[in-house]
């Protein structure tokens, strides 16, 4: 949570920053030389690096605990009220129930489905009964629409994982979120044969980081069967390289078919 709440001050504090330099950049116009293009070709090298830095972390999910999945969007100019008026009063609420921040992503691109998030954020808690214990606190309810009136957009679910996973993020990987509604979980179990021998090339390079099961409960209202997490080690191009390829081609009809809606979206992690 406490690198939610630094990226979200960050990105408040550049815009108070770059604010106040425009202002003064204004009043002292009449003496500031004309930077040559030299020097303007510096700044652009120096800025360009410094916004490629590249970040790492981890995300860790435990098969004991309940996942809470959220996809959602904040309205413009709310980013604070969703940050500081909301995040600092509620997280400590939920800190008794085992809330723990998981990891956040910003949605860079939506290959399937319609949901209109932005971002994409995993929580942890004990268990069912300490959630819905939390939804019930009055302290709880006396906070939850400050979030509602930051945001435009929110879903939430709840899963879980069969095994303990400690997976490396970076900054500058592709991962991807796919969430599906299965009709026919055999047909996606004939797909999976037929094309995840491809995942080791070199050319795809697909790993599968954690499969998420729904609980099959009532709680949200995000409720796909199956999640799969995943990072595309070659880059996009590795997802591109799979299209091409003619396992795949022979076979997508089977995916299609066996989960007729889904999101499938890329991410990167805010790190």
């Known amino acids: 949570m406490k690198k939610l709440n630094r990226i979200f001050a960050i990105g408040f ?9 425009q202002a003064t950049n204004s009043k002292e116009n009449k003496t500031t030389e004309t930077p040559t293009k030299t020097e303007k070709k510096q700044v ?21 605990k309940l996942i809470e999945v959220a996809l959602l969007t904040v309205k413009p100019g709310k980013e604070k009220q969703f940050n500081e008026d909301y995040f600092k009063k509620a997280f400590p609420i939920g ?17 399937a489905g319609n949901v209109p ?15 819905r214990k939390l939804k019930a606190n009055i302290d709880f309810v006396k906070v939850v629409n400050i979030r509602n009136d930051a945001l435009s957009f929110l879903t939430t ?41 491809l995942a080791g090339d070199p050319k ?7 499969q998420l099961k729904a609980t099959g409960e009532s709680d949200g209202t995000y409720h796909p069967h199956l999640i799969f997490f995943s990072e595309w080690k070659a880059g996009y191009k590795g997802k591109e390289e799979l299209l091409r390829r003619k396992a795949f081609k022979d076979n997508v ?12 979206l890329i991410v990167t992690p805010m790190l």
């Open 13 to 21: 504090m550049l815009t108070l920053i770059n604010l106040s330099c």
């Open 44 to 64: 652009t090298v120096a800025q360009k690096a410094k916004n490629q830095e590249v970040k790492t972390g981890e995300i860790v999910f435990k098969k004991d």
């Open 204 to 210: 795809i390079q697909f790993q599968l980081i954690a």
């Open 253 to 264: 009809q089977k995916r299609e078919k066996a989960s007729p809606y889904k999101d499938i």
């Open 95 to 111: 800190v008794p129930y085992g809330a723990r921040f998981i990891g956040s992503f910003m949605i860079k691109k939506k290959e």
């Open 117 to 131: 998030a932005q971002m994409l954020i995993f929580f942890e808690w004990n268990s069912l009964e300490d959630f």
């Open 157 to 197: 679910g709840t899963f879980r994982v069969d095994k303990d996973i400690t997976y490396k993020l970076s900054t500058d990987k592709t991962y991807e979120f796919a969430a599906l509604w299965l009709t026919n979980p055999p047909l996606l179990q004939e797909y999976f044969k037929a094309v995840l021998p």
